[in-house]
């Protein structure tokens, strides 16, 4: 049997409201892939698990709602995840109303939900997104219950572990405090 192909087309940010939403991030690029399927999958202890979409709202970062997740709490195991559709579920290109433009992807983006480990400190905390910032690429996270945003840039990461998604860094010394 082939082993099905999975794409990276975004990752979810946070709960919104009471009801179990929310916030996802999709790629310019697959907006129009995700808006014609009707199921996701989010990788979960190394298994695809497949969610079935039952309302997308918003603009730019989309508010979505999952069958089964009714509750803040059951959309808190599935924040900072990525999304992913498998590559047979994708708009073939001759059918596609909006063409796929060359994006400029963030070289960072995707450590979202990866946890920063500081050299000196110990663990930071989990990155809940990337940003985009005139100088550079930023890891916004609470770190002490306040948000903070840490540069990402190769002089202070030591070493990125994809698979137990952890960036261990050497963070500028008053860096962090507050």
Known sequence: MAEIEY?????????????????????ERFLEDFMKNERIFLEIKTIMVP????????????????EDIKSKESAETLQARQIYLRK??????????????????LEYAYMAGYTITDQTLGEVG????????????????????????IPLNAQLIVSVDKTAKTVLMDLPEGLLDM
Not at 10 to 25: D, I, N
Not at 128 to 138: A, F, H, Y
């Open 88 to 105: 047979k579920d994708l708009v073939p290109d001759s059918k596609r109303l909006m063409p796929i433009e060359e994006e400029e992807t």
């Open 7 to 27: 794409i990276n087309i975004g990752y979810t940010r946070k709960t919104h409201g009471l009801k179990g939403e929310l916030k996802a991030v999709i790629e």
């Open 126 to 149: 989990p990155i809940d997104e990337v940003l985009e910032m005139p100088q550079q690429e930023m890891a916004f996270l609470k770190y002490k219950g306040k948000d903070v945003l």
């Open 51 to 66: 969610y079935f979409i039952v309302e997308v709202r918003g603009g730019g970062e989309l508010i979505i709602a999952l």
